[in-house]
């Protein structure tokens, strides 16, 4: 991981050198400290940093990177010690961003143009298991919760959900809908896909969590399961939606991915400030960019420059005063 | 790796009491009591709900507090001229200079300007250089073999293509480790001085060693600010100990012959303490050192998720994508660094043990700075090299070795072929041990538990050492971790006696097969060193998520210590009792259980506790693998940046270990004692 931000990093200071020429009378009255932008620990995460990271750079600035928990994180947001994060999902990091940007430290730089979605998942050589998937009701039937079961579950079928800090009602679902099945939480995420590529091998059961953008959908063949669809009463009102006494008898929300930092940023580089709300791309480039990095086993520097290359009227626009 | 010292020191003192009275009210006390508490048990709900499950309205708030103090040491605290924050963002920045520097040495060259805009002015250490420097420590402190290993090892990181992670890691040890080692002989010294701060000392340590470093992260990054220096602080607190309390023994074991020596010769207090005392101690002080090393190592997975970089993030990251073959490549890196600074370190303790060889002769610089002198010679050699021949400099991609997805295969094919033996055996040893011990421990009454670890506490160590089990017990239950506690004794609980049933034998045959010895030794350190974490993914793909997978992980780290102590302490019998009971017609198997086990015992036990504190040790891990016990709760409070939950938690897991510990020491006591 480190040897592409490295080296990228004295291409960019040689990239700089010519971009400062041209850009610094501009930038005069901005700060000359780097920005530090955060990088976590899955793939779509690291592109997304990079590519800002980049960004930004062209503008002219000096940029630094910051290895931080994905939660842990706003602490050092809130602080000034580190300034931007790419990718706050809403599925995960809502309770966290709104408790950090109650603080007035922390600003949410808005959406990052990508759509988180989480829902159950399975390969698809289970629909053969349990013919009416994706429909939600034909997991109601026996014989398909039999079908996702292991002894310890039997005759109920088995849920690996999300670790317990990811959220997601899946417990309150299983109620609320009726579903003969148990939930198993993942401790961590690659806990999660290690139970699927496990599960793949052998072309065993297994119903899960799956999130995306990510490699795992690019890689296994499968489909969402599709619950009623979601709707913001469905979780606060019992009386809407199937089962009219319980909340959370729908599908998990859709949200966008986010982009947070320090509230500091605005003011001591407005320029950066304006790019990184500019930024802005989409679910399938970046589902595209983690299949080169993860399945094909490019490098993040390698795949981000590809992208730059191509794009460079629309990160131009960014930058533009 | 080395005999590793005790992590937490017996404080008990065995009371004396009249033999005859003791034998015959302990046969009568404890069935007595275990009646009793089965009959509570089993008839008490009704009678006493508050002892089933403790009161909502009577619990402690402790974790408000600790969140309320936190805010108010980061917000409002004050010395009059600067903040709390102010001292410690000051100690961020005074670690932070060693830091860059050795950083810029190893890693990033010296640089000017700040973050992407810096320029590199000077390349660093190439890697050649940096081989042929370890190979000359290697050669200075045990000769050949040794500059050999170390080569070895370092040879490793550059072939394997961990070089520029290794270098990162590396920088933050080389910090790390002259900190911890200062701070802590410094600490120790303290507390051998005055014996009102050794008082206080060594509870704190205890905590410091046995609350989890997720429990603390958070307040850490708070003070300390986001990246390397923040992970190098929590570093310390977890690897200091050993220092400290191995100062604290060393110190009391310099013979009194040369402290009087020192008197006579009329030192000052000063003199005394660092001329006479530290250096005859010196060979006791570098087993701290070592100690501190290892655990600095052990951090490196952890530190790396608060900013530190560098291999353990190498690891989380191959394993996030599940690139079992890099995380192990990477996970192997730094067992590779852990062996070439432990032999190093080991070498240097006995070293120091020996007397110097005297002062080469000669006046020029080379003559007597003969290592120093070759060192500099190869810096500027490589560095003219490098610039001539950029593969000098850093090692050409081309050239890197990988095993790619060999390791992805090979669990595939483990997987494939061999996943329903496996199931059927972990179907077994959950459904009818593990779910029903589950079960008994989570239905049993506190307050009958807090009660008889009190008498166990009293009958082994007496009335302080029962206040103190039975006042951490109630604690663990008044601020409401009861519940969680109960997994963690039980997941623990099953995972030592594993741990025990398969170390002991395991060592038992060791002691006495040198070559087999060196061999268990080998796998015993990757064990101690490897980050978990790397195995836990396979495990995972081959026994699914939850309490099974946890055990297993928990068993691969404890049974380190019940091997390790179990050799040492069958080492260590007298081979002249040994031989008389040969001579008294002994059958081997007699010799074995009649004498040197027995003999042995004290170590034994001193390998179970051990054995106990590297299982709860090792529960935030397991947390990973979606285990619901209190690792779970210091994770969830981690991720939601809870200080006070987290500490609450991590406050329960101490107190189990710290009366496990004092229970423990307090019976290899009264063992030792009847022995001799």
């Known amino acids: 991981m480190f040897q592409p931000i490295r080296l990228s990093g004295m291409l960019a200071a040689t990239l700089c050198l010519s971009a400062a020429l041209t850009m610094a009378p501009a930038r005069a009255q901005e700060s000359t400290d780097p920005i530090k932008l955060t990088l976590h620990d899955w793939t779509g995460q690291l592109i997304t940093t990079e590519i800002m990271g980049e960004v930004l750079k062209k503008a002219g600035y000096s940029v630094e990177y910051v290895q931080a928990d994905y939660l842990a994180q706003f602490a050092g947001l809130e602080t000034g010690d580190l300034h931007v994060a790419m990718e706050m999902w809403e599925t995960t990091g809502r309770d966290a961003m709104d408790a950090a940007t109650a603080t007035g430290k922390v600003e949410n730089f808005g959406e990052t143009g990508m759509q988180a979605k989480e829902e159950w998942w399975y390969p698809d050589y289970m629909k053969e298991k349990c013919p009416g998937l994706p429909n939600w009701e034909a997991l109601k039937s026996e014989a398909c919760a039999e079908a996702f079961s292991i002894p310890e579950t039997a005759p109920k079928g088995r849920y690996l959900g999300g670790p317990v800090t990811w959220g997601g009602f899946d417990d309150e679902r299983v109620e609320a809908l009726d579903l003969p099945f148990e939930v198993i939480h993942a401790g961590t995420d690659a806990a999660l896909f290690a139970e699927l590529e496990s599960a793949y091998q052998r072309q065993a059961p297994i119903l899960l969590w799956i999130y995306a953008p990510h490699w795992a959908p690019a890689k296994y063949k499968g489909e969402w399961v599709e619950f009623p669809p979601y709707s913001k009463e469905c979780y606060t009102d019992p009386a809407v939606g199937v089962n009219p006494d319980a909340a959370y008898d729908c599908g998990k929300p859709f949200g966008p991915i986010w982009k947070v930092g320090w509230s500091g940023v605005k003011d001591k580089w ?52 | 790796m080395s005999a590793s010292f005790p992590f937490l020191q017996p404080v008990s003192e065995p009371i004396p009491e009249n033999p005859s009275i003791a034998t015959a009210r302990a046969r009568w006390l404890w069935p007595a009591a275990l009646a009793a508490f089965v009959l509570f048990w089993q008839f008490g709900d009704g009678l006493a709900k508050w002892a089933f499950s ?73 890697w050649l250089a940096v081989l042929a420097i370890v190979a000359l420590i290697g050669h200075h402190a045990g000769g050949v073999r040794l500059a050999a290993l170390v080569t070895a090892c370092f040879g490793f990181l550059v072939l394997f293509g961990q070089w520029t992670s290794a270098m990162v890691t590396l920088a933050s040890i080389v910090v790390a480790v ?160 852990a062996v070439a600074l432990d032999r190093l370190s080991q070498a240097y303790a006995e070293k120091a043990g020996k007397p110097a060889a005297g002062i080469p002769a000669g006046n020029g610089f080379v003559s007597r700075h003969p290592y120093l002198a070759a060192a500099l010679a190869i810096i500027v050699v490589t560095f003219i090299a490098g610039l001539a021949v950029p593969a000098l400099q850093s090692f050409p991609e081309a050239w890197q070795v990988s095993t790619g997805t060999f390791w992805s295969e090979v669990v595939r094919w483990i997987n494939i072929n061999f996943f329903d033996a496996l199931e059927a055996i972990r179907n077994v040893i959950l459904l009818n041990l593990l779910v029903p011990l589950k079960r008994l421990l989570a239905d049993l009454p506190w307050a009958g538990v807090v009660a008889l670890l009190a008498l166990a506490g009293y009958r082994l160590g007496g ?27 039980y997941l623990c609980g099953v995972s030592v006696v594993f741990a025990c049933l398969i170390g002991v034998p395991l060592g038992i045959l060791a002691a006495e097969r040198d070559r087999l010895w060196r061999w268990l030794q080998l796998v015993i350190d990757t064990l101690q060193t490897l980050p978990s974490f790397v195995y836990l993914m396979p495990v995972v793909m081959l026994f699914r998520v939850g309490d099974f997978t946890a055990m297993i ?124």
């Open chain 2, 54 to 126: 403790y009161p909502r309205a009577f619990e402690i708030p402790a974790a408000r507090w600790i969140g309320k103090a936190t805010k108010w040491l980061l917000d409002e605290a004050s010395f009059g001229l600067f903040t709390f924050t102010d001292l410690t963002r000051f100690v961020a920045q005074i670690i932070d200079l060693p830091y860059r520097v050795a950083l810029g040495l190893l890693s990033t060259g010296l640089l000017s300007g700040q973050g992407s805009s810096a320029v590199q002015q000077v390349p660093p250490l190439s």
């Open chain 1, 270 to 321: 407005p320029g950066a400030y304006a790019a990184i709300k500019a930024f802005n791309i989409n679910n399938d480039e970046m589902g595209a960019m983690i299949t080169k990095v993860d399945l094909d086993g490019k490098k993040v520097s390698e795949v981000v420059a590809e992208w730059m290359a191509a794009n460079e009227p629309r990160w131009s626009g960014w930058i533009k005063k």
């Open chain 2, 463 to 489: 009335l302080r050492l029962a206040l103190l089990v039975g006042v951490l017990a109630f604690l663990i239950a008044a601020t409401g971790q009861w519940e969680k506690a109960t997994v963690t004794v």
């Open chain 2, 553 to 676: 992980a928990v068993v691969a780290y404890a049974v380190v210590p019940a091997i390790r102590y179990t050799v040492l302490g069958l080492h260590r019998v007298d081979p002249r009792v040994v031989e008389a009971g040969r001579a008294m017609g002994c059958t081997p198997r007699q010799i074995l259980t009649k004498i040197k086990l027995k003999l042995a015992l004290p170590e034994i036990l001193l390998g179970l506790n051990q054995t106990i504190m590297f299982a709860l040790s090792m529960l935030v891990i397991t947390a990973l693998v979606g285990t619901r016990d209190l690792g779970q709760e210091v994770y969830i409070a981690l991720t939601k940046a809870d200080t006070g939950r987290g500490i609450v938690a991590g406050l329960s897991i101490a107190f189990i270990a710290i009366i496990a510990d004092r229970l423990i020491s307090a019976g290899a006591n009264r063992i030792r004692e009847r022995v001799s």
């Open chain 2, 178 to 337: 002259p900190i911890g080692v200062v701070v802590g002989l410094l600490l120790g010294l303290a507390a051998w001085r005055w014996p009102v701060f050794e008082r206080v000392l060594v509870p704190v340590l205890d905590l410091m060693q046995t609350i989890p470093v997720f429990a603390y992260l958070v307040p850490v990054l708070v003070f300390f600010g986001f990246g390397p220096t923040s992970a190098i602080v929590a570093t310390l607190i977890y690897a200091l100990p050993p220092m400290a309390r191995v100062t604290i023994l060393a110190m009391r074991s310099v013979p009194s012959e040369i402290r009087d020596l020192g008197n006579m010769v009329g030192c000052s207090r000063r003199q005394m303490t660092w001329k006479i005392m530290v250096p005859s101690a010196k060979d006791s002080l570098m087993v701290g050192v070592n100690q501190v090393i290892m655990l600095s190592l052990n951090m490196v997975i952890i530190a790396s998720m608060i900013g530190a970089g560098g291999l353990g993030f190498d690891v989380l990251a191959a394993l996030r994508r599940l690139d079992i073959g890099a995380g192990l490549e990477a996970g192997l890196a730094i067992v590779a660094l």
